[in-house]
C-alpha cells in the first residue's frame, strides 16, 4: 500500500474529493464479434495477439472486416504492418492487392515471418523488416498503416507510439491508419465471488482462524491490476470514457500521462469491489475539411478534441455510417483475449443505488519501463475518500 500526499494510503479514508460532474456513456454502438482468447500473458510481440493457433468464426469475421471498409482500393498501393508478429496480416494485404508491404517487427519473431512469406511465394510483395519502426528506413511514402498495438486497458504494452511514429515518418496525406480511433472505459464493479475466493477463504480454513493472514492475502491478490473476464451483471453503472483516442492526430506526448476525472451514480445496491477498464476501436477512414470543420470519413466532427463530453451527462456521440466497424472488448460482449482489467479496492465499500461515486484516474508511463502502466486512483464514496495505487507491469 502506497501512501498519498497528505497522508492516506490504499484503501485508508482521505479528506476532501471533487465535485466536479462527468458524463456517463450509454452503449449503443455497432459491434463486432470479439476474437477468441489466449492464454499467454506475454508474447513476441504485439502482431501475435492478432491470431489464435487455430481459426474461429471471429477470426473470420475479424480478418474478412478489412473488405467491408473499402480497404481493397487503398491496398492497391503501399501497406506498412507495424509489429507484424508472425506477419499474417502482412499476407492478407498481399492477396488482397496491396502492390508492396512492409512487415516490421523488433522482435525476433520478424525471423520466422520472413520464413512465412517465403513460403507463401510472396516475398515479391512482402518485405519483411528486423528492427524498430523508429530506426529502419524505407524510400517511399505508404498509404496504409496497419497494426494490432493494443495492449491491456489499451495502454498497456502498447505498440501505439511506434504507428504514429510510422504515420508521421511515412503516411501519405489522405492515407489509411487501421484501426483508426480507439476509446478507453471505466465503471465501477462489483464481484463478491472473487472477493470470497480470494479473501474470505483464509477466515475458516478447516475450522482454523487464520484470519491474520486477510493483510498479506489482500496485497497478494489485489496489489495489481487483474486481467479476467467479468460479465456486464458485474458493472454497477454506464461507463465513462477515460481517453479517447483518434490515431491520426494523437502525440506520443498526449500518451504519457492520461487524468480523467469521473462521476457515477450507482444503478443498484451493491459492495463495490473495483474498477473495471475495457476499450473499444474503430476501423474508419481519415479525416477530412469540409467546411472548415474536420471530419473523418464517417461524417464524425473533429472540430474539437473533446469527443466526448465530461461535463454532461450525454455522450457526444459521432455519427457512424453502416461500413464502421467497432471491435468491443467490453464486458457485455463476445470475450476477447485482452479480457478487462480490473483494479480492486482492498476493502469493499458499500453503496446504495443512486450513490454517487466519484474521483480521479491517471494513467502514466512507468519509468522503470515505458510499456508498463503507473495507475493512480482517487475515489470517494459515502463521504468517504481513498487512494489506491498500483503499477501494471
Given at each position: 500500500?502506497?501512501?498519498?500526499?497528505?497522508?492516506?494510503?490504499?484503501?485508508?479514508?482521505?479528506?476532501?474529493?471533487?465535485?466536479?460532474r462527468?458524463?456517463?456513456?450509454?452503449r449503443?454502438?455497432?459491434?463486432?464479434?470479439?476474437?477468441?482468447?489466449?492464454?499467454?500473458?506475454?508474447?513476441?510481440s504485439g502482431?501475435?495477439?492478432?491470431v489464435?493457433?487455430?481459426?474461429?468464426?471471429?477470426?473470420?469475421?475479424?480478418?474478412?472486416?478489412?473488405?467491408?471498409?473499402?480497404?481493397?482500393?487503398?491496398?492497391?498501393?503501399?501497406v506498412?504492418?507495424?509489429?507484424?508478429?508472425?506477419?499474417?496480416?502482412?499476407?492478407?494485404?498481399?492477396?488482397?492487392?496491396?502492390?508492396?508491404?512492409?512487415?516490421?517487427?523488433?522482435?525476433?519473431?520478424?525471423?520466422?515471418?520472413?520464413?512465412?512469406?517465403?513460403?507463401?511465394?510472396?516475398?515479391?510483395?512482402?518485405?519483411?523488416?528486423?528492427?524498430r519502426?523508429?530506426?529502419?528506413?524505407i524510400?517511399?511514402?505508404?498509404?496504409?498503416?496497419?497494426?494490432?498495438?493494443?495492449?491491456?486497458?489499451?495502454?498497456?504494452e502498447?505498440?501505439l507510439?511506434?504507428?504514429?511514429t510510422?504515420?508521421?515518418?511515412?503516411?501519405?496525406?489522405?492515407?489509411?491508419?487501421?484501426?483508426?480511433?480507439?476509446?478507453?472505459?471505466?465503471?465501477?464493479?462489483?464481484?463478491?465471488?472473487?472477493?470470497?475466493?480470494?479473501?474470505?477463504?483464509?477466515?475458516?480454513?478447516?475450522g482454523?482462524?487464520?484470519?491474520?493472514?486477510?493483510?498479506?492475502?489482500?496485497?497478494?491478490?489485489?496489489e495489481e491490476?487483474?486481467?479476467?473476464?467479468?460479465?456486464?451483471?458485474?458493472?454497477?453503472?454506464?461507463?465513462f470514457?477515460?481517453?479517447?483516442?483518434?490515431?491520426?492526430?494523437?502525440?506520443?506526448?498526449?500518451?504519457?500521462?492520461?487524468?480523467?476525472?469521473?462521476?457515477?451514480?450507482?444503478?443498484m445496491?451493491?459492495?463495490?469491489?473495483?474498477?473495471?477498464?475495457?476499450?473499444d476501436?474503430?476501423?474508419?477512414?481519415?479525416?477530412?475539411?469540409?467546411?472548415?470543420?474536420?471530419?473523418?470519413?464517417?461524417?464524425?466532427?473533429?472540430?474539437?478534441s473533446?469527443?466526448?463530453?465530461?461535463?454532461?451527462?450525454?455522450?457526444?456521440?459521432?455519427?457512424?455510417?453502416?461500413?464502421?466497424?467497432?471491435?468491443?472488448?467490453?464486458?457485455?460482449?463476445?470475450?476477447?483475449?485482452?479480457?478487462?482489467?480490473?483494479?480492486?479496492?482492498?476493502?469493499?465499500?458499500?453503496?446504495?443505488?443512486?450513490?454517487?461515486i466519484?474521483?480521479?484516474?491517471?494513467l502514466?508511463?512507468?519509468?522503470?519501463?515505458?510499456?508498463f502502466?503507473?495507475?493512480h486512483?482517487?475515489?470517494?464514496?459515502?463521504?468517504?475518500?481513498f487512494?489506491?495505487?498500483?503499477?501494471?507491469?
Amino acid at each position: 500500500m502506497l501512501p498519498s500526499s497528505d497522508g492516506a494510503s490504499n484503501g485508508h479514508p482521505r479528506h476532501a474529493s471533487s465535485e466536479r460532474r462527468a458524463g456517463y456513456v450509454p452503449r449503443d454502438r455497432l459491434r463486432k464479434p470479439g476474437r477468441t482468447s489466449r492464454a499467454l500473458r506475454h508474447r513476441a510481440s504485439g502482431q501475435d495477439r492478432a491470431v489464435a493457433a487455430a481459426a474461429t468464426p471471429y477470426d473470420a469475421a475479424y480478418f474478412h472486416s478489412y473488405s467491408h471498409l473499402g480497404v481493397h482500393e487503398e491496398m492497391i498501393k503501399v501497406v506498412m504492418d507495424v509489429g507484424c508478429g508472425t506477419g499474417i496480416l502482412s499476407i492478407f494485404c498481399a492477396l488482397a492487392g496491396a502492390r508492396k508491404v512492409y512487415a516490421v517487427d523488433a522482435s525476433e519473431i520478424a525471423i520466422q515471418a520472413n520464413e512465412v512469406v517465403k513460403m507463401n511465394n510472396l516475398s515479391e510483395k512482402i518485405e519483411v523488416l528486423h528492427g524498430r519502426v523508429e530506426d529502419i528506413e524505407i524510400d517511399e511514402e505508404i498509404d496504409v498503416i496497419i497494426s494490432e498495438w493494443m495492449g491491456y486497458m489499451l495502454l498497456y504494452e502498447s505498440m501505439l507510439s511506434s504507428v504514429i511514429t510510422a504515420r508521421d515518418r511515412w503516411l501519405k496525406p489522405g492515407g489509411l491508419i487501421l484501426p483508426s480511433h480507439a476509446t478507453l472505459y471505466m465503471a465501477p464493479v462489483t464481484h463478491s465471488e472473487r472477493y470470497r475466493e480470494s479473501i474470505d477463504f483464509w477466515r475458516n480454513v478447516y475450522g482454523i482462524d487464520m484470519s491474520a493472514m486477510l493483510p498479506l492475502a489482500k496485497q497478494c491478490a489485489f496489489e495489481e491490476p487483474s486481467v479476467e473476464i467479468i460479465s456486464g451483471e458485474n458493472v454497477l453503472t454506464w461507463p465513462f470514457v477515460v481517453k479517447h483516442i483518434d490515431c491520426y492526430v494523437v502525440t506520443i506526448q498526449e500518451l504519457e500521462c492520461v487524468t480523467a476525472r469521473y462521476r457515477f451514480a450507482s444503478m443498484m445496491r451493491a459492495p463495490l469491489h473495483g474498477f473495471a477498464f475495457w476499450f473499444d476501436v474503430e476501423f474508419a477512414g481519415p479525416p477530412v475539411l469540409i467546411d472548415n470543420h474536420l471530419q473523418t470519413s464517417h461524417g464524425s466532427d473533429e472540430s474539437s478534441s473533446d469527443i466526448y463530453s465530461t461535463g454532461s451527462h450525454q455522450r457526444k456521440k459521432r455519427a457512424k455510417s453502416v461500413e464502421t466497424l467497432v471491435l468491443s472488448t467490453a464486458p457485455e460482449d463476445v470475450p476477447t483475449h485482452w479480457q478487462q482489467t480490473l483494479l480492486y479496492l482492498y476493502e469493499p465499500v458499500e453503496v446504495n443505488q443512486d450513490q454517487i461515486i466519484e474521483g480521479s484516474v491517471t494513467l502514466s508511463q512507468s519509468k522503470e519501463n515505458p510499456r508498463f502502466l503507473n495507475i493512480h486512483l482517487e475515489y470517494a464514496s459515502g463521504g468517504r475518500s481513498f487512494v489506491k495505487e498500483s503499477v501494471m507491469r
